[in-house]
Structure formats: C-alpha cells, structure tokens
C-alpha cells in the first residue's frame, strides 16, 4: 500500500510537471502579445496580459485560446481597447481566428497580420489607411470583416489566391476606385458587402461568383447589373447604373449566355434580341477587320522602332554611383519569386519584340563563336519567368562604342563584384552599365547570370532601381540600367562644394520615407523577401526631383569573401559576418542612413575623436535629449526645421537601432510611422519638388 501511494504520487507529480512544461507559450507569441498589450492605450483592461513576458497559455490571459505551447485564438471584441495593434502579429503562426472587433483601435492596419488565420475580424474601430496587401499571401482565409471602419484608398489586386474566402465586409469606410480584376478568383465567396464605400466603374468582375449575397448600395458604380446577379439576395440603390437594355456581353461567356436564355423566353423582346444580335454581330466584323489592319501595321519594319527617349520616359530610375556593390541574396531565394501588380506597366514591352526590333538603335556585332550566347540566354530566362519581359538585349559592339570601350574616363565605381560605366551614344542617352566580373561564373556557375537577372527584373517599385537591359556574349555578362546625374545621396550629403546648397529638411523627410518604402516592398511584398543586405547612403540615387531610387537590390547572390568593414558603420551589432545580416539587420543599417540625413555625418569617420567615430554609437544614446538633438542636427541645415518633426525622426531612428534585433520594428510600421510623421508636421511631399536647391523657398 505504501509503495502504491509513492507510485501515485509520482504519477501525480510528473502529470503536474508535464502539465506546466505543456502550457509554458511559445516564446514568439509571448512576444507578440507583449507588443500589442504595450501598443494598447488601454491595456488595464485586459485581465492577466503583460508587456514583458509571461504565459499567457498557462495562465489564461483574457481572450486568449491555447493548443499545447501555441496561441491559436484571440478574441477581444468589445473590450474598450485604444491604440494599435502591435507590429508582431506575423510571429502568431497557429492563429487561426484573430477578432479585435467593436473597440476603438486606430492607425494603419498592421501590415502582417496572423498570417494562417481563418477568421479575421476587425469591424467596428477606427482603422485608417489601406487594406494591407499581406492578406493576398493569406490563403487560408475564409472570414475578413473590415467593415465600419475608417480605411480610404483603392483596392490593390490582392484576391487571386484567396480561394478559400467566403465571406467578405468592407461596408462603411471610404475606399474608392474600380473592383480588382482579382475578385474573379474568389470562387468560394458567398457573401460580399461593400455599401457605403466610394467605389466605382462597373461590377461584372462579380458575375460569375458563386454569391448569394451582396450589397453594394451607396457608391459610385456605373455601367449595368449582371443578370448573373439578379436572382440572389441583392441591394444596389444609391448608385449611377445605367438605364436601358445592357450590351450584349462577349459570345461564349456565362453572362452572354444567360441574357440570350432568358430573352428568347420572352417573346415580346424576341425580334429586338434578333436586332441586337445582328448589331453585335457588325461591329464584331468591324473590330475583327480593323485588329487585322493592325497587325499588318505592327508587323512592318518600321513600327518596330521605337524612339529611345520615349521608351525611357516612364521610367526614372538607376542604379550608379554606387563604390561598392552588395554581396548576398536571401538563401531561400527560388524560383517561385514572385510579385504584386506593377502600378503602371502600360509602357510594358514583351522581351521578344525588343529582341527582333532595333528600337535602341543598336546594330548586332557579326556572328562569332559564343560559348553563352544571346539566344541561349533569352531561352533560359524565358524557362524562369513570365513573359512580359521589360528589358532589351543589348549588343556587345554597341556597349564597347558606347563606353569607349570600358575606357578608365567612364568608370563610375567600382566594387567586389565588378565596374560601372557611363554609356553615352549619339543622340545623346546616357546609360550606366554594371559589368561583372568574369570570376564570378567560373566553375560551371553560368546560370547564375540568368538567375540574378531574373529576380532583379521582377523588382517593380517607383522607389527601386529597375533594369532597362542586359548583355551576355563573348563571357561578358552586364546589367544595363538609366544614369541619375544627380548622383546618389552619399555625394549629396558627404562630397558636396562650397556652391552646392544643402538638401532641405522637407527633402531629406521626403528621401528617408521612399527609401523605407522600397525595403517594405522587398521585405514584406516580395515572396520570399529580399534582404539588400548592402544599405548604405551611397546605394541611394536620386532622381532628377530629388527621389529616392535605392540600387544594387538582388545582387547578394554573389557571396564574397571581403573584409567585415564593408559596411563599416551601417551594420548591426550581430552582423559579424555576412551570413548573420537579416531583415532586422537591414532595419538597422536603414536607421543608420536615417542618422546621416540627420546629422550629415559619415557612418564611420575615423577623423572624428575615438568616441565619436562610429555615428550609431555616438548618436543613439543623445536621440531623445531634446537639446543634445539640436547640437547633433546637420549644421547645413541653418537651424531651418521643424523641431517636433526633428524630434519624431530621433523617435523612428531610436526604434531602428536598438541593439537587440527582436525589438526593432519591421519597414512597414516604420513607413507607417514615417507617413505620421508627415501628417503632424504638414510637411507638403508634392510642391516641396527640387527644393533643396533653393533654401529661400524652404517652409518651415
């Protein structure tokens, strides 16, 4: 009996053990939950919940559900909360229902939400901005409430992968613009509300949903109501539909078909269907007779050519000036890369055409033996990517002519992985083009050359250098991008001459918020994300209006073996080598680039007493002394600033470089922060163009 009473005992004693083991949470969703509790203004009223630590599974903090050491339920509708939510949401992996309805939460929409989440309920706050182009990754969604809201905006074409959405409520806000073509692949959808918004253009994106609700009342739609929609629960008052009989739809479609049904059952309308059909019928002939006339244009020699300027002018970006060139590319980078909706692509050129046209007026170099030659290469990245290609083959000759033939005279820098040079021609374009170095595609590594062109070719961003073209031929392989004569943010801020005005504080808000904005679109849109993992002031080109178009993104995939100090000053206290370099990392070296437009200081500057050498550590213990900040502002700027907006940006930097990478904040509540930051200081981003030239139009 004595034995037995141990032996349960023990049972008792390793069950309450393995018990508490079970329940201690996740380290991620402790510290998630940490950042939203701290983040609400009135946390008070959450029984149990922490700012530091904690278990919320173990000790049942209110609204949390667990399943073993996992967060899979938060529900806090109708608990009084202010404030945000927290940007850690992404690290809740096992949520699948998130419902933080019927407070009073405001600001943007975090930018990651749960990212498995089932149930995704936020209605009834005061929720600003956009909705975020993260949920267009969330593929198990099948619930998303936004309704009663304050979010503006158009929708971007965030549905195609939402297959599982049933139900779907932005009703009450204020977003405006047409329906995205995306809607089409909601084929789960049986409920959609959006009355009450600013929304406009036609609604046949909707008619061959599987609906049994809608309600679009109050907007601005047009156009006519699919007959696809007639027979479900519909209310669609308070628009500008037209009146009349609708157009035909075009043949072979569900809507055509169902209109063409439901006419010849009445035979008063019989004869008009008749005359409908034979109208349709001509002006189909008519449409079909004039895309033949133009294909016959298209198709001679001399609607190839394209003038070069005009090619050029929707795109306002290049890569140079750079004296150094990054070194590494995520790991997990694949070819399943992929990218949102280019926001403008309407001057778009399919890669073959640019192939076969002289559109840049470049003759082919005579045949000759070609180990990796054009056609192999075009093949290859065709095997990789779409086809709506946006880049030109460019013709060795034509480069040679064009640089003088790589001539010292037109070197723009220099770095680990090869040269850029000025290529001006004729007519007066000016290029730049990188040249890699041979060494790097020895070994078999050829097709790492397609490879990288690949990925930097997706990369569309108004705030992100893009290609115009490439060159691969005779074992010279070349990136070709447009040449800023402005040159890049670095010889700004560190190399101007006595003559040279400084750049302005509206400018420099201006450089820093784009610049965030482009490592948001690389970390947080692109799939994977892209780490830069070389920002640094220098790989920041300004454009003619002084925007920013950061360069050298997607080239990390040459891994060098270079000394630590090459980005001596940008890089994070745990980036020791560059295998360690994250996006927390690049966080970082970004608040670093902030320091400079701050105090117009090198990162490093060894002419500086040992104490002051390194920019971060001299700076980031002074950001929140309000009259060591003003001894620390750039003494270009003449004391012309805004103090409350000097004193923001110290806040974001503050965020940025803190030592320990988990607490630094993802690009996107830094963009957030930054558009803030704006708003309060009402500082204009539009009409403050080119200012920085002329100090007496500076506005304080």
């Known amino acids: 009996m004595y034995n037995d009473n141990i032996v349960g005992l023990l049972f008792l004693y390793f069950g309450v053990l393995t018990s508490s083991v079970r329940s201690k949470t996740a380290s991620p969703d402790v510290a998630a939950l940490n950042v939203m509790y701290s983040s609400m203004k009135s946390p008070s009223l959450l029984t149990g919940w922490k700012s530091s630590g904690g278990d919320p599974c173990g000790d049942s903090w209110e609204g949390i559900e667990c399943s073993g050491s996992s967060v899979t339920e938060i529900n806090l509708s109708d608990c009084g909360l202010t404030g945000s939510m927290g940007y850690q949401l992404s690290s809740l992996t096992s949520v699948t229902n998130f419902d933080l309805s019927r407070n009073n939460l405001k600001g943007d929409i975090p930018y990651q ?21 993260s949920i267009s990754q969330m593929t198990d969604l099948q619930y998303l409430y936004l309704g009663h809201n304050q979010l503006n905006n158009q929708l971007s074409d965030m549905f195609g992968k939402l297959s599982k959405l049933k139900e779907l409520d932005l009703s009450y806000n204020s977003l405006s613009g047409n329906l995205p073509q ?3 692949s909601l084929s789960s959808l049986r409920k959609l509300n959006l009355e009450n918004n600013q929304f406009s253009g036609p609604i046949d994106v909707l008619s061959d949903l599987p609906l049994m609700d809608l309600n679009v009342e109050n907007n601005q739609f047009t156009g006519w109501i699919p007959d696809n929609l007639k027979n479900i629960n519909l209310e669609t008052g308070g628009n500008s539909w037209s009146s009349g009989s609708a157009p035909p739809a075009p043949g072979g ?3 055509h078909a169902h209109q063409h049904s439901k006419k010849n059952n009445d035979g008063k309308s019989f004869k ?3 005359a409908i059909a034979a109208i349709a019928l001509g002006i189909l002939a008519l449409i079909g007779f004039l895309i ?13 050519f394209l003038d070069e300027e005009r090619l050029s002018q929707h795109r306002s970006f290049t890569p140079l000036a750079s004296q150094e060139l990054p070194q590494d590319l995520h790991p997990n980078i694949s070819k ?3 990218e949102p909706k280019p926001l403008d692509r309407s001057s778009s050129i399919e890669m073959k055409a640019l192939q076969k046209s002289p559109s840049l007026r470049l003759k082919h170099p005579p045949p000759f033996k070609q180990s990796y030659d054009e056609n192999e290469f075009a093949n290859r990245l065709n095997s990789k990517r779409s086809n709506s290609i946006r ?7 034509d480069l040679q002519l064009a640089t003088g033939n790589f001539s010292a005279g037109r070197l723009l820098g220099e770095g680990s992985i090869g040269r850029v040079y000025r290529a001006k021609y004729a007519d007066g374009k000016v290029l730049a083009v990188k040249k890699l170095n041979s060494s790097l595609f020895q070994g078999g590594r050829l097709e790492e050359f397609s490879e990288i062109f690949s990925i930097i070719s997706r990369l569309h961003h108004p705030n992100i250098a893009e290609l115009v073209g490439y060159c691969s031929e005779q074992g010279h392989n070349m990136l070709i991008y447009e040449y800023f004569r402005n040159g890049s943010l670095h010889d700004f801020l560190h190399m101007s ?11 420099r808000v201006r450089i820093t918020l784009g610049t965030a904005r482009a490592l948001e679109y690389l970390h947080e849109v692109c799939s994977p994300s892209l780490v830069h993992k070389n920002i640094k002031s220098s790989n920041i080109l300004l454009d003619t209006d002084l925007n920013p178009r950061l360069s050298d993104s997607g080239f990390a995939t040459f891994h060098q073996r270079t000394s630590e100090n090459r980005n001596a000053g940008y890089n994070a206290p745990e980036c020791t080598k560059p295998s360690a370099y994250t996006l927390k990392s690049e966080v970082f070296s970004f608040g670093v680039v902030m320091l400079e437009l701050l105090t117009g200081r090198m990162p490093f500057d060894s002419s500086k007493p040992k104490s002051e050498q390194c920019l971060a550590q001299w700076a980031t213990p002074q950001l929140h002394d309000i009259d060591a900040l003003g001894r620390m502002v750039d003494p270009a700027l003449r004391g012309l600033y805004p103090p409350k907006s000097l004193s923001r940006f110290a806040d974001i930097i503050a965020l940025c470089v803190q030592s320990e990478p988990e607490f630094r904040p993802p690009m996107s509540e830094v963009v957030q922060a930054l558009v803030r930051l704006v708003q309060r200081s009402s500082i204009n981003m539009s009409k403050e163009l080119g200012a920085s030239r002329r100090l007496d139009d500076y506005d304080s």
């Open 272 to 274: 008009g269907g008749v």
């Open 391 to 397: 880049t030109s083959s460019y013709s060795l000759a």
């Open 253 to 255: 479609t569900k809507h």
């Open 497 to 507: 001459d006595d003559y040279s005005k400084p750049l302005t504080w509206n400018t």
């Open 336 to 338: 399943d890369f992929t």
């Open 182 to 184: 995306s809607f089409k």
């Open 113 to 133: 939400l749960p990212p498995n989440a089932v149930h995704i309920d936020l209605s009834n706050n005061d929720f600003t901005g956009g909705v975020p182009y």
């Open 292 to 304: 033949a006339l133009l294909s016959r244009r298209k198709s001679s020699p001399s609607s190839h």
